[in-house]
């Protein structure tokens, strides 16, 4: 079955640590995404893709890193640097850009810090 | 600065009830606002409205959009228990952004 899986399910860092989350999908979509979504709020977008190898910033990208090597991944670093990490990070892809109107999510990874 | 505006925050209705959840807009180069349903995880779309006064349906959803008035609002009717979850409204706008209102929490007692 096509989708997007995401992995871990649950995620501890300690305080200094790098951590990535994996994100993949086999739906053959072009575009990937990141959210961070925590309690009370929306959805805040960390990163998009519209396609390998490019990657823009979203409205938080400060303290995360991404990268876009290969369609079907896009793993989401969260660094030290990002000082208020614990949150429920959800991946989600699209089409492409100009029918992005469809976004299907993956089903998120909570990241705790210890 | 682009935002998306749900209202109310979190509503608790009987089962059977029907309800309006609404969201209001101020997004630069409006593409299309969208509809979801998120229960315990990852959100699910619904519905993605794009033309001002067409209603989208399904089942006892539905949907509709006022392009002059900037907001649109989400019908269930004859709800369910099941329906018991928070909605999100989002909108694409300019650079191809999605941005997402803080969703209305709706829970149904049986």
């Known amino acids: 079955d096509g989708g997007i899986t995401q992995s871990p399910k649950y995620l501890f860092r300690k305080e200094g640590q790098n951590v990535t989350l994996s994100c993949e999908q086999n739906?053959?979509?072009?575009?990937m995404y990141w959210y961070r979504q925590d309690p009370g709020q929306g959805l805040r977008l960390i990163y998009y893709?519209?396609?390998?190898?490019?990657?823009q910033k979203g409205d938080i990208a400060e303290g995360y890193s991404v990268s876009r090597e290969k369609k079907e991944s896009f793993p989401l670093t969260v660094t030290s640097a990002q000082k208020n990490p614990t949150a429920f990070y959800l991946c989600?892809?699209?089409?492409?850009?100009?029918?992005?109107?469809?976004?299907?999510f993956g089903p998120g990874t909570r990241l705790l810090v210890l | 600065e682009d935002k998306v505006v749900q209202s109310p925050l979190s509503l608790v209705v009987h089962e059977g009830d029907t309800v309006t959840l609404n969201c209001s807009y101020e997004?630069?180069?409006?593409?299309?606002l969208l509809w979801y349903k998120q229960e315990k995880k990852a959100p699910t779309f619904l519905f993605m409205l794009?033309?001002?006064?067409i209603e989208k349906k399904s089942g006892r959803l539905s949907s509709i959009l006022d392009k002059k008035e900037l907001f649109s609002i989400l019908n269930i009717t004859a709800t369910q228990t099941g329906d018991s979850a928070v909605y999100l409204c989002?909108?694409?706008?300019?650079?191809?952004?999605?941005?997402f209102g803080k969703g209305t929490r709706l829970h149904i007692l049986p």
């Open positions: 989600a892809s699209s089409i492409g850009v100009l029918l992005q109107e469809t976004q299907y």
């Open positions: 739906l053959n979509h072009d575009a």
């Open positions: 893709s519209q396609i390998v190898n490019d990657f």
């Open positions: 997004v630069t180069n409006f593409r299309s």
């Open positions: 794009t033309s001002s006064g």
């Open positions: 989002a909108v694409l706008g300019r650079d191809d952004k999605i941005i």
